[in-house]
């Protein structure tokens, strides 16, 4: 973990962008389509934490960009290139444009300052879509990432910021993945390398520092 002095100059809000990844009630909600995984996000803690940094990122000015994950009911632009993909196009539960289960999961709050960012193809939430465009627009220089899974979305996001040029930085206790052993194993091993890795409390701390507070008044 970082000195706190490292982290608060990665994590100015004024070159900061929060993005929260597949977050959506399909996903992570009572509903989703994938129920280990939801209740992993859930009882791990991770759903509340990213709620918590995504309170205190508009508290601070942060910008917030929530990804999501969807299909066309007809399935057009759909991949079907991996295991992965055609095995989401069977299950009882589809991420459907326009449907509930691509709304944000509570409780996660979104506000009217957030951008939504949704992608019909592709395991990124950054390659292909507008995101690099958005962040460049916004003078991002550090993003960091929360959400799931931490089997796939999140290291491919992590990688893409990491190649397009930004700092890339994880709370550890923000993102989820299956088994539940698996995540701490990928963060030592994989986006330790790679990304600034810490915690949601070290996150918070600094977007929620008296000197910040007084900067703001």
């Not at 508290?59 to 929530?66: C, D, N, P």
């Not at 950054?126 to 962040?135: F, K, M, N, R, S």
């Not at 990688?159 to 030592?188: C, E, H, K, Q, W």
């Amino acid at each position: 973990m970082p000195p706190r002095e490292q982290l608060a100059e990665q994590l100015d809000p004024a070159t900061t962008v929060l993005l929260t990844v597949e977050c959506q009630q399909g996903v992570v909600g009572p509903d989703s389509a994938l129920p280990e995984l939801a209740k992993e996000a859930l009882t791990s803690g991770t759903l509340r934490n990213i709620a918590r940094l995504v309170a205190a990122a508009h508290e601070a000015g942060v910008q917030v960009l929530h990804a999501v994950a969807e299909r066309r009911p007809d399935g057009r632009g759909a991949n079907s290139n991996a295991r992965l993909f055609r095995a989401a196009g069977r299950l009882p539960v589809q991420q459907h444009s326009g449907t509930t289960a691509v709304r944000i999961a509570a409780p996660i709050e979104v506000a009217d300052e957030d951008i939504v960012v949704r992608r019909l193809h592709g395991l990124s939430p950054i390659a292909g879509t507008d995101v690099d465009a958005l962040l460049r627009n916004l003078g991002c220089r550090t993003l960091v990432v929360v959400g799931v899974s931490a089997n796939v979305a999140i290291p491919n996001a992590v990688f893409d910021a990491v190649n397009l040029g930004y700092t890339a930085v994880v709370p550890s206790d923000a993102i989820a993945g299956v088994p539940s052993d698996y995540t701490p194993a990928m963060i030592r091993n994989t986006l330790a390398l790679v990304a600034t890795v810490t915690g949601t409390r070290e996150v918070l701390g600094c977007w929620q520092s008296p000197r910040r507070a007084t900067t703001r008044a």
